[in-house]
T-cell receptor
Framework: DGGITQSPKYLFRKEGQNVTLSCEQNLNHDAMYWYRQDPGQGLRLIYYSQIVNDFQKGDIAEGYSVSREKKESFPLTVTSAQKNPTAFYLC?????????????FGPGTRLTVT | AQRVTQPEKLLSVFKGAPVELKCNYSYSGSPELFWYVQYSRQRLQLLLRHISRESIKGFTADLNKGETSFHLKKPFAQEEDSAMYYCALNTGNQFYFGTGTSLTVIP
């Protein structure tokens, strides 16, 4: 596979703890995205970044934070303020030219908070 | 507001039968539409995009601006088509995904 990687594949945390999910890409893409995938709800955008050192909130940003210090990396922190953090998290990247670009997805991280 | 609607959560068809997965969108600009597919234990990947006007794995999708639809069609379903399908709209800043349709092709 390669291209865009997420680690770890499975993550377990106790309630009240912050946890950071890793996303790295070697596709030289400018834009990166974080989605949450829940059964019956499809993909919902958490945060996205179109350029280094800049990012915007998506539809469900509350309880999450991100950083974009390097083009290749876009880590997502799930904070203790996120009320329902157990979910499957997908990272994606894309070029930033025009509107016909596609998104490339990572394999995902399944987070379980108990 | 829901920008992409996939009305069917589950769809089952017999092998060899035609299949149509519905997608409707809401967007005032010029839409860029995609179909993504997620096979079991594989990552989400692009199936096709409307601007390419191509057939991938026998699937086609035509953008109908009058009906604001981008339905995915295949004349003869195969067992390997069983997967989760997502319709997506690119507005330039964001992608908006539908809730997905799980397709099962019955042998």
């Amino acid at each position: 596979d390669g291209g865009i990687t997420q680690s770890p594949k499975y993550l377990f945390r106790k309630e009240g703890q912050n946890v950071t999910l890793s996303c790295e890409q070697n596709l030289n893409h400018d834009a990166m995205y974080w989605y949450r995938q829940d059964p019956g709800q499809g993909l919902r955008l958490i945060y996205y970044s179109q350029i280094v050192n800049d990012f915007q909130k998506g539809d469900i940003a509350e309880g999450y934070s991100v950083s974009r210090e390097k083009k290749e990396s876009f880590p997502l922190t799930v904070t203790s303020a996120q009320k329902n953090p157990t979910a499957f998290y997908l990272c994606a990247s894309s070029t930033n030219i025009g509107r016909t670009y596609e998104q490339y997805f990572g394999p995902g991280t399944r987070l379980t908070v108990t | 507001a829901q920008r992409v609607t996939q009305p069917e959560k589950l769809l089952s068809v017999f092998k060899g039968a035609p299949v149509e997965l519905k997608c409707n969108y809401s967007y005032s600009g010029s839409p860029e539409l995609f179909w993504y597919v997620q096979y079991s234990r594989q990552r989400l990947q692009l199936l096709l995009r409307h601007i390419s006007r191509e057939s991938i794995k026998g699937f086609t999708a035509d953008l109908n601006k009058g009906e604001t639809s981008f339905h995915l069609k295949k004349p003869f379903a195969q067992e390997e088509d069983s997967a989760m399908y997502y319709c997506a709209l690119n507005t330039g800043n964001q992608f908006y995904f539908g809730t997905g349709t799980s397709l099962t092709v019955i042998p």
